[in-house]
């Protein structure tokens, strides 16, 4: 730095400094962090899970801030905007889809990685089918969509199940943002905020399949790969290796190309909880997809 020069503006800086953005489909608040020197020039976007904001995945933008990405994710607002029809894909997740690629496009970025946590998975996929060019490689975290045929009971049920096991292993202390009430909190005015919005989104987690879109964006040149929990309640990896293996014995063939099948000790949402290892082994992946597709 040259004297004079003022300092780069430190993680905290710029994670307190957020964007509000209006676009045609809703708003949507974007945190957007970068170090003064970049490891790779293609940024992170990551596409939080269900009832999720940007304070649940500081420490998560932290660790990708450290290894010298730039990491940004959003929170949507649930407030404005439309979108009339929504095709093949859920309304309410088109559009998040758009939200993203209005974002990508607002903030310069010609192409992106991303790490879709849960029902993240839904609409970052979405919204590479949208525009694949978009998007380079994508590390699916306990994603929804690929636990084959699900009902609302039986996600009910497993949601519940999940909220349990969190009040024995998320932190305790209210200081800390990852801690059981905060998130328990955070999910109650989700409900009370958006009453409408949460059937919608409820019935796309447990209708919508992502096999036969990651065949198709595999074809296009973006790699996957996958990390799952194997304490996971939400979306059992025994669900997922097991419509994996049912589809091979329809057709021949497992219906998606997964370049990482990441099964790690831990439940759903251990990329918030303990960074330290869960977020740099989703970063890690990331370079280890980078580095196949430049070798391919």
Do not use: C
């Amino acid at each position: 730095m040259e004297t004079g020069e003022a300092p780069a503006p430190s993680f905290e800086q710029q994670f307190r400094n957020r964007d509000t953005l209006k676009f045609p489909e809703g708003k949507i608040t974007v945190v957007d962090v970068a170090p003064e020197v970049l490891k790779d020039d293609v940024p992170v976007l990551i596409a939080p899970g269900w009832a999720e904001n940007p304070k649940t995945y500081e420490e998560t933008l932290a660790v990708g801030f450290r290894e010298g990405r730039r990491v940004l994710t959003v929170e949507y607002s649930g407030h404005g905007g439309k979108v009339t029809s929504g095709g093949e894909y859920p309304k309410i997740e088109l559009q998040k889809a758009l939200l993203l690629l209005d974002v990508l496009d607002k903030k310069g970025i010609e192409k992106a990685d991303v790490i879709a946590h849960s029902e993240g998975a839904i609409n970052s996929l979405i919204a590479a089918m949208l525009k694949p060019d978009k998007f380079r490689n994508i590390v699916l975290d306990k994603p929804a969509g690929l636990i084959g045929q699900d009902s609302i009971k039986a996600l009910a049920g497993r949601f519940k199940e999940l909220l349990s096991q969190e009040m024995k292993t998320r932190p305790k202390a209210l200081t800390d943002s990852t801690s059981s009430i905060r998130a328990g909190g955070r999910t109650a005015r989700y409900f009370v905020e958006h009453p409408l919005r949460v059937p919608k989104e409820v019935g796309a987690l447990t209708s919508f399949d992502l096999g036969e879109i990651m065949k198709k964006l595999w074809e296009q040149g973006i790699k996957f790969s996958v990390i799952a929990g194997v304490d996971d309640p939400l979306f059992p990896v025994s669900r997922q290796t097991a419509n994996m293996l049912k589809s091979k014995e329809s057709n021949g063939v497992l219906p998606i190309e997964i370049k990482g099948y990441y099964s790690v000790i831990g439940g759903h949402n251990e990329l918030s909880i303990h960074p330290g290892q869960h977020a740099a082994l989703a970063f890690n992946a990331l370079e280890n997809l980078r580095d196949l597709k430049d070798t391919s």
